[in-house]
């Protein structure tokens, strides 16, 4: 087990729990399209919307929510491994390990096998993680390449206008 993805998947599974997996407040644009115009202000009611800021979970959350939808999108093993996450941290109440065992298909009374296949999922989660963040960052596969020449956008040359 990865004691840090171990951190952030809890913290995905408490955020999932107390939000919820939906998006927060809407767009600018979208309230423009439900109200014909401005949202109506000044309206009587609760303001439980506000609660959390409405944003939904915070960035970190998200982030591990996507990395688990593409693990679960990767392959039969990775399905698996997502499910896996599912019923670990999002499971309320927690579910039994044995409970768990039995869901992904795998024998009952495999405490090892069940620390080896969350052990797989953290490394899996964290490369995801280190993929997403660096392609946020704007770094590449080819960083070990020659550096690209940026101060020109084209190779044809350009005819002069006189």
Request: proline fraction near 5%.
């Amino acid at each position: 087990m990865i004691e840090e993805i171990e951190e952030l998947m809890m913290h995905w599974g408490r955020q999932h729990c107390l939000i919820g997996d939906g998006p927060g407040l809407g767009s600018p644009m979208a309230t423009i399209m439900q109200y014909g115009g401005s949202a109506p202000r000044g309206t009587p009611g609760s303001r439980d919307l506000l609660l959390n800021g409405g944003g939904g979970m915070d960035y970190v959350a998200c982030e591990v929510a996507a990395a688990v939808a593409q693990l679960g999108r990767q392959s039969e093993k990775g399905a698996k491994l997502a499910a896996l996450a599912h019923n670990r941290y999002l499971a309320n109440p927690p579910l039994p390990v044995r409970r768990q065992l039995q869901l992904l298909g795998l024998p009952e009374d495999g405490d090892r096998t069940y620390r080896n296949w969350v052990h797989r999922m953290h490394q899996q989660v964290q490369l995801i993680l280190t993929v997403r963040t660096a392609t946020t960052r704007n770094y590449d596969r080819r960083s070990g390449s020659a550096q690209t020449n940026l101060t020109r956008a084209s190779s044809v040359k350009r005819r002069l206008a006189y």
